[in-house]
Every structure is written in structure tokens, then in C-alpha cells.
């Protein structure tokens, strides 16, 4: 298959852009796939309501068809159709953060095929905020099926360079953009219980959500590894994406964190192997290694969340054997994103962590 690759930027005029989306649109009508930038990271789209187009996009990422997939909206007003009822509580988050990074679980309405959700009765609903992301799927008819645009197993893409390298050959086209600042997936909520349940960590955090509806818990499998407990979000349970080279998270006092990090690095080095950093800002400058990646300053959560996709495959492209990562969870300002960051990096990690 041929891949459309669809550039969209500051020299296109709104008349442009709506052609452009038009005709990514009528690919969805007609039950093909477009890749589309979202503000957290690319999505793989297809029509929600459509099965053959949910199990071309299962074949596109080579996902096991048991993964449910998200659906994307981009009006209040198209819900109503595809859940059979909308929770208070959903309703009083969907207005605090709708459009925006937050997905949420409902039960399913008929219509909705059981492709879409993996076999499952409820069906897992965003409207993101990308004002591209907003037109394609008016434009596409309204109900966008889409989980991240990578290839299973790699990391979810934060920049078009990388759907392309998953995706060309595999898909219709792939819309090329920017605008996707937040770089991890959604933060996703189940509302079909009486207390809403976090399934994912995210950039909407549990005390963001806790000042609109109170009470809300979190998924015991989410912070805890040994937990025997099934994953309420199934795609959870898949293995996540770990780089080739080994990584490993370091905790302790800053001082003694660069230190064992200097001196595993010169270990494996002089041992002819190349090793990797992933270091705050402050720390950067005295770190030694083949490849030290900026995870900005440790007051901000948001660069690292955005680039941390990026450094993990750079990391592969550059053959790297060892991989040290700062902990971000004490560090950062704002607890919460730091939480849904080192999520990700532990899975990467495989929950190897090391206390100096
Ligand atoms: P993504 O990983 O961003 O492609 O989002 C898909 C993920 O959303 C899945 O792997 C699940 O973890 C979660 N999800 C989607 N639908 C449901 C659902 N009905 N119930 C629970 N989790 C869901
Ligand atoms: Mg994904």
C-alpha cells in the first residue's frame, strides 16, 4: 500500500486545511486508515463503527485484537450514541477537561462494534483538544477508533518521523503535524462504577480529577508490579515497550545518583559497550557517556514527558547496551505528572530500580 504523507503547517490556509482533513476524512468514510497528531501523542485512526476498519487497524500495529481501542470525538453531542448512559460523574469531568488528555470508560451502546472494544461491553471515549486532531474527525464522520501509531511494541510515537518509520507501506496516510505537546498517552478513568477508578496515570492527574468529582481511586496494578491482580485497562497487561539496551532506574540523593552512574558507565565503556543517560537538566553537565539525553529541568515534568518516547528510540538507533535514568518521582514539582512519567519509565525499565 501506498502511504500519503500529508504535511500541515503555519504556511496552509484554514481553506487548505480543511481540504487536506476533507480528504483524510472520506479515507476513515471509506474504511481506511489515517494516522493523525494528537496533543499526546499520534493516534491511528480508523471509523469506530465500522469492525473491518478496527481489525485493519489491529493488523496495521500488529496488536493483539484483545487491546481495546479509544474512540475519538470531537462534540458532547456525539456521545450521547455510542454509551448507554452518561454517569454524573463523567459528565462533570468531561466538562472540566473535555476537550483534553483525559479518556474516560462507559458502557457501551449496541452500535459500537465489539472490534472496536476488544470484546468488551464498555467502550473507552476521548475528545482530544489538537484543533487538527478536532477537524479530522468531524470531517471523518465523528467517531474516530484510535490507539497510539506505533508499531506494537515500540514506543508510542511523539513525532511524525516516527509514524512513518512504523507505518509507511501499512496505512492510507499519515498527517503530519505539530501540536503534540504532552508526548504520553491519555489519562484514562473508568465512570461505570460509583467511585471512578484511574486505569492509567496521565497528565490529568488523581488530584485534578479528585476537585471535580471527590472521591476516586487508582488500579493497585498501576503502582504496584507484584500485584496479581488483572489490569482493568486490559492493553495494560501487554508488556510495554523496553529499549534493547538494558535501562535502569537510579534513586537516591543527586549527588550519589551521578556518581554510580558515572561509575557504571565507565565500567561498561571501558568494557567497549555504550551506555546512555537520561539526567535533569542541573545534573547534566557532569555526567559522562556515550549519549546523555536532557530530561529538562527537575522542576518541570513536561519535558520529559514529551521526549521520553523520543530518547527511548534513540537510545535503539545508537546501539545502546546500558541505559541510566534519573527517578523523576521525587523530583518534580508537580507529583502527579511525575507519577504518570515514571509509569512509563518503569515499564520501560521492566521495574529494574536501584537505590543508591
Ligand atoms: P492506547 O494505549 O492509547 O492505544 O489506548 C488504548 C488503551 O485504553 C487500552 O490498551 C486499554 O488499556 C484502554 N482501554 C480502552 N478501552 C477500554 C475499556 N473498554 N476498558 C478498559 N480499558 C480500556
Ligand atoms: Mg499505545
Redesign the pocket.
Known amino acids: 500500500m501506498k502511504t500519503k504523507i500529508v504535511t500541515i503547517g503555519k504556511a496552509d490556509s484554514q481553506e487548505r486545511i480543511e481540504e487536506k482533513l476533507a480528504d483524510a476524512g472520506d479515507i476513515i468514510r471509506q474504511g481506511g486508515l489515517v494516522a493523525f497528531p494528537t496533543e499526546?501523542?499520534y493516534?491511528l485512526g480508523g471509523d469506530a463503527l465500522n469492525p473491518e476498519s478496527s481489525r485493519k487497524i489491529y493488523a496495521a500495529k500488529g496488536r493483539p485484537s484483545d487491546?481495546?481501542?479509544?474512540i475519538h470525538i470531537a462534540d458532547m453531542a456525539y456521545l450521547n450514541r455510542i454509551v448507554r448512559e452518561i454517569p454524573d460523574q463523567a459528565r462533570k469531568l468531561a466538562d472540566a477537561f473535555w476537550p483534553g488528555p483525559l479518556?474516560m470508560?462507559f458502557r457501551?451502546a449496541e452500535i459500537v462494534p465489539h472490534q472496536t472494544?476488544?470484546g468488551?461491553d464498555?467502550?473507552?471515549v476521548r475528545m482530544p483538544s489538537h484543533p487538527l486532531a478536532r477537524l479530522f474527525i468531524q470531517k471523518a464522520g465523528g467517531y474516530v477508533a484510535?490507539?497510539?501509531a506505533n508499531l506494537s511494541g515500540k514506543p508510542?510515537p511523539t513525532l511524525a518521523k516516527y509514524v512513518v518509520q512504523d507505518m509507511d507501506g501499512r496505512i492510507d496516510m499519515i498527517i503530519d503535524a505539530e501540536g503534540v505537546e504532552i508526548g504520553l498517552?491519555?489519562t484514562?478513568v473508568?465512570v461505570t462504577s460509583d467511585v471512578p477508578v484511574i486505569?492509567?496515570p496521565g497528565y490529568i492527574t488523581q488530584q485534578m480529577l479528585s476537585r471535580v468529582v471527590g472521591e476516586i481511586d487508582m488500579d493497585v496494578t498501576i503502582y504496584d508490579d507484584s500485584s496479581t491482580q488483572a489490569?482493568?485497562?486490559?492493553?495494560?497487561k501487554?508488556r510495554h515497550y523496553a529499549p534493547k539496551g538494558e535501562l535502569v532506574v537510579v534513586v537516591g540523593r543527586p549527588q550519589k545518583v551521578v556518581r554510580y552512574i558515572n561509575e557504571q558507565a565507565a565500567m561498561h565503556e571501558a568494557e567497549g559497550k555504550r551506555t546512555g543517560i537520561i539526567g535533569t537538566q542541573e545534573m547534566l553537565a557532569e555526567y559522562h557517556a556515550f549519549s546523555i539525553k536532557n530530561a529538562g529541568s527537575r522542576n518541570d515534568a513536561n519535558t520529559v514527558a514529551r521526549q521520553l518516547y523520543t530518547f527511548l528510540r534513540e537510545f535503539d538507533d545508537e546501539n545502546v547496551s546500558y541505559i541510566y535514568a534519573e527517578s523523576f518521582a521525587e523530583t518534580f514539582a508537580d507529583k502527579g505528572f511525575g507519577q504518570a512519567v515514571m509509569n512509563r519509565l518503569l515499564k520501560a525499565a521492566g521495574h529494574k530500580v536501584v537505590h543508591v
Open positions: 499526546t501523542v493516534g487491546n481495546p481501542l479509544i479518556t470508560i457501551k472494544t476488544g468488551l464498555t467502550v473507552a484510535a490507539p497510539s508510542s498517552e491519555s484514562i473508568d486505569l492509567r489490569p482493568k485497562a486490559p492493553g495494560m501487554y
